[in-house]
């Protein structure tokens, strides 16, 4: 089954805000989002990322992941974990201590996916997918919404979905409609869209266009 995931990676508070309430109109919005965490050391970009008042907004517990692009997940996890998320995305570029961070989100009973930029082998995952719900993909370089996709990734994905067939995929950034089906025939089951959505006037539309491309498939 093939899933479509909103993106939040705003840089301030009321714009996180905005988009949140415009997701909840949206018909076609299945209920579940992305939240991108973006520290400014791992990623020459920092963006609005503030576990305490996340933590505030109790409707949307569960119902959305965070992608953590930062320099220092161990330290940090445990105050996003309180922000009650589905899912985690960690970089496997800033793992220090695997073990830590895979009992934190199994005592709080969060599942628990790992990221690799586009220039990261994926044979860098084999020792870690026993213990991983998903692997995400990125298309871009960790930053903003916005980027040029990076096709090389595509092989990345095919490949992955190779070795592992039943491994749900993730492919997060510079998905478009020139993208999309690209990533749904390598193997990318998961697609995780920011701008594609929020940048246009008609969000709405967008997200049922998204929705009929990945029902004709």
Known sequence: MVQIIPVINVKTGKKFKERLHLLHLLSDFSG??????ADGHFTPWKNWNAPAELKKI???????????????P???LPLWLE??????????????????????????????GLAIKPDTPIEKLN???KNLNFVLVLGVFPGPSGQKFQWYVLDKIKELRRKYPKLNIE????????????????????LAIGSAIFEDKNQKERIKYFKEIINSK
């Open 171 to 190: 492919i997060d950034g510079g998905v478009n409609e020139e993208t999309i089906l690209k990533a749904i025939e390598n193997g990318a089951n998961i």
């Open 74 to 76: 161990e330290v940090v």
């Open 32 to 37: 579940f989002f992305q939240i991108d965490v």
């Open 83 to 112: 922000t009650k998320p589905k899912r985690i995305i960690v970089h496997l570029e800033t793992i220090k201590n695997f073990s830590l961070i895979e009992k934190m989100c199994r005592e709080a009973k969060v599942e628990l």
């Open 58 to 72: 109790k409707k949307i517990q569960e119902q959305f992941e965070l992608h953590l692009m930062v320099h220092n």
């Open 127 to 129: 020792d870690y997918l």
